[in-house]
């Protein structure tokens, strides 16, 4: 025969001890599963920072491209002027000659 405090007492025990290993559980799995997230995010983010610097890399070597080439361009209009510049003066007299 056992008195039913020491039953009540000891069933809830039993409960107690069930419920901390319970929320133990979770709490275990709850944490491998944070560090899960914050892998996967370190993952993400890592990959996310390589293509950024790619990204960036690219975008010098267009910068560097688009300086030559507007460098060029300058080069070439310079040319330009100094090859068609007779003419020029040539249409100027040619038109004040006209029009005395």
């Not at 910068?63 to 460098?71: F, I, S, T, V, Y």
Request: proline share 2%; glycine share 0%; net charge positive.
């Amino acid at each position: 025969w056992i008195p039913p405090r020491t039953l009540h007492s000891s069933t809830r025990k039993q409960r107690s001890k069930r419920s901390k290993i319970q929320v133990h559980r979770l709490s275990r799995r709850k944490r491998r599963c944070q560090e899960k997230v914050g892998k996967d995010m370190e993952v993400k983010n890592l990959k996310l920072y390589v293509e950024n610097m790619t990204i960036l890399q690219e975008n010098e070597k267009l910068r560097k491209k688009a300086n030559l080439l507007h460098q060029e361009n300058l080069s070439l209009i310079s040319e330009f002027q100094k090859k068609f510049s007779h003419f020029h003066h040539l249409s100027t007299t040619l038109f004040l000659l006209h029009n005395h």
